[in-house]
């Protein structure tokens, strides 16, 4: 299938790359189907993109970049997902602002079933600032975690 990401230009999405949302995010009940693409250039961030909205996208990134660690509370075992528990993250509006993420409300990937859902966390379950501490605090990438992540080049400028 290809989809037309606003941001990022044509993509080819195969089947076992789509990610169905297991519980609707929050303010999107609608919206289901989503892929996570990954620009090199942009390091451990990835866009979390609408398969059903095209201008639809979010920047994730690896909650341990932000330095993020959470602990096991009800159906979630950090180690049994095969992937890292990753924050949305809110783009500075002007220079010199520093990135924030939703620390209390990763999305939780379950690669074996290609599911996602947003987990709200208490603040007691989270370990960390949430502040910038780079790509070099997360873990290894599990290759079956990678081969769901579509890797894009970004659309030249007048493409």
Same mark, same amino acid.
């Given at each position: ?59 994730? /990134? ?23 528990? /990753? ?50 605090? /997360? ?21």
């Amino acid at each position: 299938m290809t989809v037309h990401a606003t941001r990022l230009g044509l993509v080819e999405v195969l089947p076992q790359q789509r990610w169905t949302c297991s519980q609707p995010l929050a303010g999107l009940e609608d919206l289901r189907e989503f892929v996570l693409l990954h620009v090199a250039s942009q390091g451990p961030f990835l866009w979390l993109q609408s398969l059903e909205v095209a201008e639809l996208a979010f920047v994730v /990134c690896d909650a341990a970049c932000f330095g993020l660690r959470y602990l096991a509370a009800g159906d979630f075992d950090p180690g049994a997902l095969l992937a890292p528990p /990753c924050v949305m993250v809110i783009l500075p509006r002007a220079p010199g602002e520093v990135l924030r993420v939703h620390s209390q409300a990763p999305l939780l990937f379950d690669v074996g079933q290609a599911r996602l859902r947003q987990q709200v966390f208490e603040a007691e379950q989270v370990q960390g600032d949430g502040n910038w501490v780079g790509p070099s605090a /997360c873990a290894a990438v599990n290759p079956a975690w990678a081969e769901r992540i579509i890797s894009v080049q970004p659309l030249r400028a007048g493409a």
